[in-house]
């Protein structure tokens, strides 16, 4: 399973934007709690971020681009699927003289 959010904007608008990508990504990943949990931790840290933004009252845009994977395997019929490898990443920018 894999997932991804991307917004570029000012912060409000992109929070916006990003919490209805975030609300998909959650509901793929719900199967496998791990990489929900990744999900749930990068929207955490993205919208404290934001929010700190619009806080100070920004005026920059930004550029927040998301994601990850998982890969799972089932050992045998009557077994839980065990995660086998996982990974997230997330990259935040301010971004200098854009124009929108």
């Known amino acids: 399973m894999s997932w991804s959010v991307n917004a570029v904007g000012k912060p409000v608008a992109v929070k916006a934007s990003l ?10 990943t719900k199967y496998i709690p791990e990489e929900q949990a990744s999900v749930v931790g ?3 840290a993205v919208n404290a971020q934001l929010d ?3 806080r100070a009252a920004v005026q ?3 550029s927040v681009v998301a994601s990850g994977s998982a890969s799972v395997r089932k050992d045998g019929e009557s077994q839980p699927p065990t995660t086998v490898q996982a990974s997230c990443a997330l990259e935040f920018k301010t971004l200098y ?3 929108e």
């Open 60 to 62: 920059n845009a930004v």
């Open 52 to 54: 700190l933004m619009a």
């Open 19 to 28: 919490a209805k990508q975030f609300t998909s990504a959650k509901d793929a």
């Open 42 to 44: 990068i929207e955490s």
């Open 97 to 99: 003289g854009f124009v």
